[in-house]
């Protein structure tokens, strides 16, 4: 009986860690680091050096017509991108700006996207149709 229950609870644990799905976006410099988990809810964490600054928070969107986007939503694919490149300003106290970042696009099968970018200065996400 023993046996059986540790074989249970073994075969539980390994099926709730193969469901979720665990992803890591880093800033260019690797100081920054987002920690995002997707299961039957999105959520996030940040480290800065090793160091928590922001502990898992949960991510979702309510939509006007009442659908909540990253709760329950099934992931497509996910894709990571580097940017590096210079942008000219126009009315700015220098030429060009430093635009460099890593980019993690996850897609749901509910016709959205979630995109988060990790600069060196700071992490941001954003929902977007599709």
Do not use: C
């Not at 074989?7 to 539980?12: I, K, W």
């Not at 987002?34 to 991510?59: C, F, N, R």
């Not at 993690?104 to 929902?127: H, M, P, T, W």
Request: proline content about 2%.
């Amino acid at each position: 009986m023993k046996y059986i229950l540790t074989t249970f609870l073994l075969l539980a644990l390994t099926i709730n860690a193969w469901a979720q799905k665990k992803y890591q976006l880093k800033s260019p410099d690797g100081k920054l680091v987002a920690a995002i988990s997707l299961d039957d809810k999105i959520s996030y964490a940040i480290t800065h050096q090793g160091e928590t600054i922001l502990e898992p928070s949960v991510l979702n969107m309510t939509l006007e017509n009442g659908v909540t986007w990253g709760k329950g939503s099934q992931l497509k694919s996910a894709k990571t991108t580097t940017l590096h490149q210079q942008i000219n300003a126009l009315f700015y106290k220098r030429n060009q700006i430093d635009d460099h970042y890593n980019e993690l696009v996850f897609s749901f099968k509910e016709n959205f996207n979630l995109v988060f970018r990790a600069y060196n200065e700071g992490i941001a996400y954003r929902f977007v149709s599709t």
